[in-house]
């Protein structure tokens, strides 16, 4: 597998963990593999690979923005769009398609090799915490949504998607409300060879929908010093 790099603190922002101060990224734009999905020596490893700068990081260190640039409104009905909720309410998505600006998320099997695993790898939605709703869903060539994920009719085995060892997939990533937003993902596969389910933890993925200079001050236990280090990481943008 990959060997994991870490940011320095100066490049990061701050989080409260446990009463102390730890290294933290806010990824703000280009393309990202948000779950990225390794598996060897009987290992599970659910991590996010940045690929504009071949950064991997534990999915514990890091916040992906949805920013106001991507908030839209949910059609009016009868629309196959529906699902998102109330005609005419704010809806934020992070858009399968690369978009200036904005990140492009996706997620990818790359570091699983062919062979190990009879039949693609599962990834299913195990909870959803934050001020709304959650939708992971693609666009079809018609501009129809194939839905994989959907947090508003609960939670269970239809919240899901498939990807094949060294595979690599986008999607749109939908939130109905500003704040801060934990999705979290378990991944499983049936060994070659043996039949045996292995599976992952659970592993919990963090969204900021909305401005980031309004993320939480430590008083409410997340995150520290915001205001400037994201001001300061808007400016390191790519021209």
């Not at 790099?5 to 948000?34: Q, Y």
């Not at 690599?168 to 060879?193: K, P």
């Amino acid at each position: 597998m990959r060997k994991r790099k870490w940011l320095v603190v100066s490049l990061g922002l701050l989080l409260l963990v446990g009463g102390r101060a730890s290294a933290f990224t806010l990824l703000i734009e280009g393309h990202v593999d948000g779950i990225g999905v390794g598996y060897a020596a009987g290992a599970w490893d659910l991590h996010v690979h940045d690929d504009e700068t071949d950064l991997e990081y534990d999915p514990a260190d890091v916040v992906f923005l949805v920013p106001p640039a991507v908030q839209t409104v949910i059609p009016a009905a009868p629309s196959p769009y529906s699902f998102l909720g109330t005609a005419g309410a704010p809806v934020w998505i992070l858009p399968q398609t690369q978009v200036p600006g904005v990140l492009f998320l996706g997620s990818s099997a790359h570091e699983v090799e062919n062979g190990v695993f009879a039949g693609d790898i599962k990834i299913s939605l195990v909870g959803v915490s934050g001020p709304g709703n959650f939708f992971l869903y693609q666009t079809d060539m018609f501009g129809l949504p194939i839905q994989f994920m959907n947090s508003a009719n609960g939670i269970d085995s239809a919240d899901k998607f498939e990807i094949p060892a060294g595979g690599h997939i986008h999607f749109n990533w939908a939130f109905t409300a500003e704040g801060m937003h934990t999705v979290t993902v378990q991944a499983s596969a049936v060994l070659a060879g043996s039949g045996e389910l292995t599976q992952s933890e659970p592993t919990a993925y963090r969204f900021w929908v909305g401005d980031p200079a309004l993320i939480p001050e430590p008083t409410t236990g997340l995150l520290v010093g915001l205001g400037m280090l994201a001001a300061g990481a808007v400016m390191r943008r790519k021209k």
